[in-house]
């Protein structure tokens, strides 16, 4: 039931109210990379950026390609939104924080540009670079695939 209603609030773009019944459904559900991915999103809009973290390397390890595979359109992913409106809007609080969100979201459209914002964050952490290694390796990986 959390998920179902989980969902419709993300559908509706109230990441506030669908983070609450995700977060519920994945408590039932703690391998669900699909709720996995939209909490990432919602922890990203209401700025809980550590959460997302957090999720976004469990799916990362688990499995890259459910996020580098969205489909923007037939997944309803509003992430391309997002980046545009987040890379449009100046916050000088703390610019590491927002090149995270911005890579984090920019990995459901394109792996490059996501990379480089991972890339660009002054004094990364351990989960940064743990990041970094498996984005780096995924992209290796893709180039090797096509030069086959």
Not at 7 to 12: G, K, M, P, R
Not at 116 to 131: A, G, M, T, W
Request: proline share 4%.
């Amino acid at each position: 039931m959390n998920e179902m209603l989980g969902n419709q609030y993300f559908l509706a773009r109230n990441y506030t109210q669908a983070e609450k019944e995700l977060e519920t459904a994945l408590a039932h559900k703690p391998l669900s990379v699909a709720i996995k991915k939209k909490l990432i999103i919602c922890h990203i809009q209401t700025h809980t950026i550590t959460r997302a973290v957090d999720l976004f390397i469990d799916v990362i390890t688990q499995d890259i390609h459910s996020i580098i595979d969205t489909d923007p359109i037939f997944d309803n992913c509003p992430c391309p939104q997002l980046v545009l409106d987040m890379e449009n809007t100046i916050d000088t609080k703390d610019e590491n924080e927002r090149k995270l969100a911005l890579g984090m979201l920019w990995l459901y459209c394109d792996i490059e540009p996501a990379y480089k914002y991972f890339l660009s964050i002054n004094k990364p952490d351990e989960k940064v670079q743990r990041i970094i290694a498996q984005l780096q390796l995924t992209i290796q990986q893709l180039q090797l695939k096509r030069n086959v």
